[in-house]
């Protein structure tokens, strides 16, 4: 049984991270589609290299949750047979004990220089420039894959979708391409689909099944 599980905002609500589209989302009184963009960066630097900075920070106080840790037991019954492609920048998989984890939207703990492409880990004051350690150029950014750039590892992630028999979405509102086109593809693959969500999503009508409800119980229940 090769088992595809996609993850987004909603899986580390419950350990305290925002998530980008509900009420109290991530970027206040902005769209996230206006600020999540190459051209934001572009426009001021300093003020995205905060807002990461933030984050970052934020993210040393939280903690995985039941739906993590669910997903992490879920690897030790099915090894390689399970991959988990979230589209979070948290490490709240990897601190449960997720070792299968391809992060499509980039990471919180690594930087990518503009100049080589080259990644790196995310060191402390890398807001304020220092050289890539690839080729010595003050062009560091965050790690992230921001609209109209491509996600990364796609070659996979596709090739994991044509061979799964089940596709699992949680926590994600179902509007951000190419994530939102996984549940057709894996579907016309011939994999079995199903939807964890506290609430119906873009893509909803797409699944097999759907239930409702915080991940943080959903997900347990249906791994143990
Ligand atoms: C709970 C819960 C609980 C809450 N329990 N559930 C027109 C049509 C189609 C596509 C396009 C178009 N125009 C432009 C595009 C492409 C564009 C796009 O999709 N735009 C749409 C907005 C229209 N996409 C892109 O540009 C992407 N690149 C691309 O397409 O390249 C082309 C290409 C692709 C493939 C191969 C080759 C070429 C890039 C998208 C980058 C997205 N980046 C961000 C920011 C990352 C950095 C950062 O973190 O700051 O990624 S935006 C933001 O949205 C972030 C997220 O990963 C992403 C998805 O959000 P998510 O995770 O779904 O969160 P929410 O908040 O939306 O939803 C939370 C959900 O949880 C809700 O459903 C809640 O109900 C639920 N929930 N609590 C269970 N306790």
Known sequence: MRVVVLTGAGVSAESGVPTFRD????WEGHRVEDVATPE??????????RFYDARREALAAVEPNPAHHGLARLEQHLGDAL???????????ERAGSQRVLHMHGELRSALCRACRRRVRWLEGLGHQPPCPGCGLRALRP????????PYEMDRIVE?????DLFVAIGTSGVVYPA???VQL?????ARTLELNLVSSGVSPDFDEARRGPAGELVPTWVD
């Open 83 to 93: 991959t988990v492609v979230t589209q979070n920048v948290d490490d709240l998989h």
């Open 180 to 182: 939102a086109a996984f």
């Open 160 to 164: 994991l979708l044509r061979s799964a």
């Open 23 to 26: 009420a109290d989302g991530l």
């Open 186 to 190: 894996a579907a016309r693959a011939g």
């Open 40 to 49: 934001a960066y572009d426009a001021a630097p300093d003020v995205v290299h």
């Open 143 to 150: 790690d992230v894959v921001w609209f109209g750039e491509v």
